[in-house]
């Protein structure tokens, strides 16, 4: 099946520093990805859409200027934490689907644990 | 973002029992997905279902949809330690602009050996 690869899986980060998180689709090219944030214990939110070659839409209370999303390519988008908070300790999830239809799976990548110090 | 409810929210099972695992959603959708999440892990897919279709299988798991209701169920037959995990419904909706999933809050199963 398709492979979405998410690095790194793990970061610890001093408050007040930026953290870049990348998401690759390894094996087909994705016009469209998806962030997605979750604590513990709890269900996948939203965060914004990311669309090569435009901005990303973000979810409403997700702040664009914090959270910076780049699609440069159809096979990478990154997500930039920045001035990071102990607050914004969570686990980053992105997905994206092979072929832009609403009719087939998502893949995700293995997920990205933030931890702000 | 609209987000479903599920239930149970956690539930613990011996070894070689069924678990059933209900989703309710609230808007039209195109399909009903279900993946699974290992601990600190990313989502599995399991299986898909669309908004015309009722019922589906695949190996061990069963899944309804019932449209008039806004609810799906899954069913994991003869369970296995191995299928300790979190469970998580989602949908898609149709063509409003949205292209994300929607997921549900999440079952929690533990299936003890």
């Known amino acids: 099946g398709a492979v979405v690869s998410q690095h790194p899986s793990r970061v610890i980060c001093k408050s007040g520093t930026s953290v870049k998180i990348e998401c690759r689709s390894l094996d087909f090219q994705a016009t469209t990805m998806f962030w997605y944030r979750q604590f513990p214990k709890q269900s996948l939110m939203l965060m914004a859409t990311s669309n090569e070659g435009s901005k990303a839409t973000y979810e409403q209370g997700v702040e664009k200027d914090k959270f910076l999303i780049n699609h440069a390519s159809l096979t990478l988008s990154t997500l930039t934490v920045t001035s990071a908070h102990p607050e914004d300790s969570s686990f980053y999830i992105c997905?994206?689907?092979?072929?832009?239809?609403?009719?087939?799976?998502?893949?995700f990548g293995q997920g990205t644990r933030l931890t702000v110090v | 973002s609209q987000q479903g409810e599920e239930d149970p929210q956690a539930l613990s099972i011996q070894e070689g029992e069924n678990a059933t695992m209900n989703c309710s959603y609230k808007?039209?959708?195109?399909?009903l997905q279900w993946y699974r999440q290992n601990s600190g892990r990313g989502l599995v897919h399991l299986i898909l279902?669309?908004?015309?279709?009722r019922e589906k299988h695949s190996g061990r798991l069963r899944v309804t949809l019932d449209t008039s209701k806004k609810s799906s169920s899954l069913l994991i037959t003869a369970s296995r330690a191995a299928d300790t995990a979190s469970y998580f419904c989602a949908t898609a909706q149709p063509d409003t602009g949205r292209r994300a999933l929607t997921f549900g809050s999440g079952t929690r199963l533990q299936v003890q050996p």
């Open positions: 808007t039209s959708i195109n399909n």
């Open positions: 997905s994206a689907r092979p072929r832009d239809s609403l009719n087939t799976e998502a893949f």
């Open positions: 279902i669309r908004s015309n279709e």
